[in-house]
């Protein structure tokens, strides 16, 4: 079955960087559209960044857009997210998920797989 496994998030401080990983195993990430959306306690979810099939196309929400950057390596079947500049609204549990196409999505309902998520807070 199709799992995605994030990692990366921590504890950080505002004003540093991390770089979240998604990976996922039995399916190939290959031509399909990756995006990641977060989720703070008592929120919605929230559409981050996503990444179209060809590696060409991205698009990032406009809280993150300027400071934020998705990527992915097809070969190591392998997304990613790197975060600077982070603040404490940025705190949240960060889901990356996967489409069944490779044309860019940004509603987590056009999205039909999705990681457990990763915890990252920001704060002094």
């Known amino acids: 079955q199709v799992q995605l496994i994030e990692s990366g998030g921590e504890l950080v401080q505002p004003g540093d960087s991390l770089r979240l990983s998604c990976t996922v195993s039995?399916?190939?990430?290959?031509?399909?559209?990756m995006g990641w959306f977060r989720q703070a306690p008592g929120k919605e979810r929230e559409f981050v960044a996503v990444i179209g099939g060809n590696n060409v196309y991205t698009f990032h929400a406009d809280s993150v857009k300027s400071r934020f950057a998705i990527s992915r390596d097809n070969a190591k079947n392998t997304v990613y997210l790197q975060m600077n500049s982070l603040k404490p609204e940025d705190t949240a549990l960060y889901y990356c998920a996967s489409r069944t196409h490779g044309e860019p999505g940004t509603s987590p309902s056009a999205f039909a797989y999705w990681g457990q998520g990763t915890q990252v807070t920001v704060s002094s």
């Open positions: 039995g399916r190939a990430i290959n031509g399909y559209a």
